[in-house]
């Protein structure tokens, strides 16, 4: 790569300017001294030696400062930074001096990020670890009660291999969210983008849900009839899951004979938002902003009763994003929780209210 100097000769010129201003007063102080006063000899000298004091002192300080700033160059070389070193090299102080403080809120920036991943990747780590461990040695329990002798007997023999199988489907539960969750995050899973009925979907995700919500004595329901389909466009299947997570939330969190209310309204004219409401626990305002983070639990307990993988909020999150469009949450402590999600109303539709 060609090296191009940008010069700067102000130092230079400063310097023969005292140098020179120096070696008049001595020169004019001598002729007057002996009596030799020539002002034509001053002047020429005093031009001369301007003139090669700016030439040595260029030359010289150029090539010495050059030679340190070109180390400094190398030495980011090595860091494989494209931000410094793909400039050409220059001797200019104040452009080198932005260039480097430039190239030091970057390196900072990079590595405070560096320092975020690494805190992410071990708390993700530990998840994954607490989350499989307790599934993998409950499975492992059982079978091994099982090949101490406690397999002669059938009824124990049925019921630890009915509990390891659990275990099992809970570890592909987990498996199946975080390959899920990754597809996600890296834009990998293409979505089947279609016209439906989402009042239709709703309806079958209750339908889904009634046994489950019945053990809590809870009411899935909308908030009003409609006498109409509401069609929006997206991934039906995946809309679903969305819908799917959200309600079986809201029945683990919710209070016996409580209420979850399902409303789907126009929020603009090519938009509609979807609300579920709850009046269940509640989440403390201090664990919103970090909701739906992977394996974020707001129990910090560590309690499992409730089962799940601790990534549904995750995967709720980045279906809706992945359509585009945006997820909210509004809670209060032991009053209920209320999550909303916006989705593209179709084509059909918005012709047809015209």
């Known amino acids: ?61 150029e090539k010495f400062i050059y030679r340190r700033i070109k180390k400094i160059y190398d030495d980011v070389a090595l860091l ?57 040695f409950t499975v492992q329990g059982y079978i091994l009660t099982l090949l101490d002798g ?17 275990g099992v489907d809970r570890l592909i539960y987990i498996v199946k969210d975080l390959d899920l969750i990754t597809k996600l995050e890296v834009g990998d899973l293409n979505l089947e983008l279609e016209r439906f009925d ?32 509401i069609y929006v466009y997206g991934d039906e299947e995946k809309i679903q899951q969305v819908l799917t997570n959200l309600l079986v939330n809201s029945i683990k969190y919710g209070h016996v004979n409580g209420t979850t209310e399902v409303s789907v309204e126009n929020l603009i004219k090519n938009k509609v938002i979807i609300r579920v409401t709850d009046n269940g626990e509640g989440i403390a305002a201090q664990n919103i902003p970090r909701l739906f983070e992977r394996f974020y639990r707001v129990d910090k307990s560590g309690s499992r009763k409730e089962g799940g993988s601790g990534l549904g909020l995750s995967i709720v999150k980045h279906i809706i994003e992945a359509h585009g469009e945006k997820i909210y949450v509004e809670s209060v402590e032991d009053l209920g929780s209320e999550f909303s999600f916006t989705l593209e109303k179709s084509t059909e539709e918005i012709d047809t209210n015209l």
Not at 23 to 42: C, H, I
Not at 125 to 130: F, I, K, P, Q, W
Not at 152 to 166: C, F, T, V
């Open 1 to 61: 790569m060609a090296i191009k100097v940008k010069r700067s000769y102000r130092f230079a010129l400063r310097s023969s300017v005292i140098i020179s201003l120096l070696a008049a007063l001595v020169l004019y102080g001598l002729q007057w001294y002996t009596n030799t006063m020539n002002y034509g000899v001053l002047i020429i000298f005093i031009a001369c030696l301007f003139g090669f004091s700016v030439a040595i002192l260029q030359v010289r300080i």
């Open 198 to 229: 989402i009042l239709e979907l709703i309806q079958s995700v209750f339908d889904l849900l009634e046994m489950k919500a019945s053990k809590k004595e809870i009411t899935l329901m909308f908030d009003m009839d409609y006498p109409e389909p």
């Open 80 to 136: 494989e930074s494209s931000s410094l070193t793909s400039d050409p090299i220059t001797t200019d102080m104040r452009t080198l001096t932005a260039e480097i403080e430039k190239f030091a809120k970057d390196k900072k920036i990079e590595i405070d990020t560096l320092k975020i991943r690494e805190e992410y990747r071990k708390d993700f780590l530990g998840n994954v670890s607490h989350e499989l461990k307790t599934p993998l």
């Open 150 to 166: 406690a397999m002669e007997d059938p009824k124990i023999r049925k019921k630890y291999l009915e509990r390891a199988e659990k």
